[in-house]
């Protein structure tokens, strides 16, 4: 029976570990992600700035930033007409709400841990873009060769401390740049299995 015990309570812990995982996964949108890996090398000229590249770079990283943060306050829903709907969360529920027919949206109310998604999101893109090896050489070159230990140590820190804090607060929106999981009001399945 302890046997049973341990190896009931071990895959508890082993699915808990990778639903954090799995939340850190969803943390940055991948879109942005890959459009700052993208256009990093190209708008700093791989590392080789100007003062028009800075700007630029500086740029790219306040939208990639911003869109991070405002990933966090998005979700989706599948609507009465089958079609998945993404909308902004509020704290009444979210907004725009078309083709909302039998669809619960006030279990989509603002959280507290969608600040927390939003400033864990903010803190790994900034660590993410900020330690890119394109910006620091265009911004600060000289931290690199004087900071190595810091700019090696500080991105596993850091994913570290948002894993666990994504244990704490498990992330359940599937808004714009997220991957589409079973949605729990999808009204298509029902319809189609009783025509």
């Given at each position: 029976m302890s046997s049973t015990t341990t190896s009931s309570s071990s895959s508890s812990a082993s699915n808990t570990i990778f639903q954090g995982l799995g939340n850190l996964i969803k943390l940055l949108p991948t879109g942005t992600v890959f459009m700052f890996q993208f256009l990093i090398p190209i708008l700093t000229n791989s590392g080789h700035c100007t003062v028009l590249n800075k700007y630029l770079t500086g740029a790219l990283l306040v939208v990639c930033a911003f869109n991070c943060v405002f990933a966090s306050f998005t979700d989706s829903y599948t609507g009465s007409d089958g079609v998945r709907h993404y909308a902004i969360v509020t704290p009444t529920g979210l907004w725009p709400s078309p083709?909302?027919?039998?669809?619960?949206?006030?279990?989509?109310?603002?959280?507290?841990?969608?600040?927390?998604?939003?400033?864990?999101?903010?803190?790994?893109?900034?660590?993410?873009?900020?330690?890119?090896?394109?910006?620091?050489?265009?911004?600060?070159?000289?931290?690199?060769?004087?900071?190595?230990?810091?700019?090696?140590?500080?991105?596993?820190?850091?994913?570290?401390?948002?894993?666990?804090?994504?244990?704490?607060?498990?992330?359940?929106?599937?808004?714009?740049?997220?991957?589409?999981?079973?949605?729990?009001?999808?009204?298509?399945?029902s319809k189609t299995s009783t025509a």
């Open positions: 083709a909302s027919d039998g669809v619960d949206l006030s279990s989509y109310k603002l959280k507290l841990g969608d600040f927390v998604h939003a400033l864990s999101s903010l803190t790994v893109f900034a660590i993410l873009g900020l330690l890119d090896t394109n910006t620091v050489q265009c911004f600060y070159p000289s931290f690199e060769s004087s900071e190595k230990a810091l700019v090696q140590v500080l991105p596993a820190v850091v994913g570290a401390v948002t894993s666990a804090v994504f244990v704490v607060f498990p992330n359940n929106r599937h808004g714009i740049g997220y991957p589409t999981s079973e949605d729990p009001n999808d009204t298509t399945t």
